[in-house]
């Protein structure tokens, strides 16, 4: 029997940049599709979001980050931006059990749920190829929330909904045909 290895979640902050870097690198893709130039220069912009306004999570097995989630809490209500999600890459099918993805993302929807936070807004690939319940079967906690499409954009267009611009798109037209989802955690008083 192979020992089970010794995992951490935590909080990020901006000292741990070279370690989110290197989770983020070392995929080649994003959302599907190959990282642009613009996406691998957000790897060096993400301690300064830390720093700043944004939280992240990671899951560390020893002292190598395996994965991490990054959010953007709003601040005039109780949205809050899922920036991203990036693990390194493990053996077999995706599951966020095993890339360490449940355990950061559960933390972080403890922590902004917490304090009052129960939506959040992300992109991702508009493409058929995406399976939102085969990701979503052993995620954590984020597989209770419930998701709806709010807008589906094409490629070189920006949201119709100066928030998402600001807030979501990072005021930049997407790169590829995007959907804009939204993420609520179910309510046991409706």
Known sequence: MIPALRTETRILD???ASAIAGAFHSRGKLMLRQKNERQHALAERLPAMLAKDCEGWGT?????????????PWLEMPFSTLVLIQSRPTPGPVSFARNGLASCLDAALDSLEARGYA?????????????????????????????????????????????????????????????I????????TA
């Open 119 to 179: 939506h959040f807004v992300c992109r991702r690939s508009a493409d058929p190829k995406w399976r939102r319940d085969a990701l979503l079967k052993d995620a954590g906690r984020i597989s209770e929330y419930s998701f709806t499409t709010a807008e589906l954009i094409t490629a070189g267009a920006r949201s119709r909904w100066h928030r998402f611009n600001i807030a979501v798109l990072d005021d930049n037209p997407v790169d590829h045909d995007t959907a």
């Open 60 to 72: 560390f097995v020893g002292a190598r980050l395996q994965a991490f989630c990054i959010f953007y």
């Open 181 to 188: 989802v939204i993420g609520s955690k179910p309510d046991p």
């Open 14 to 16: 901006p000292e741990d």
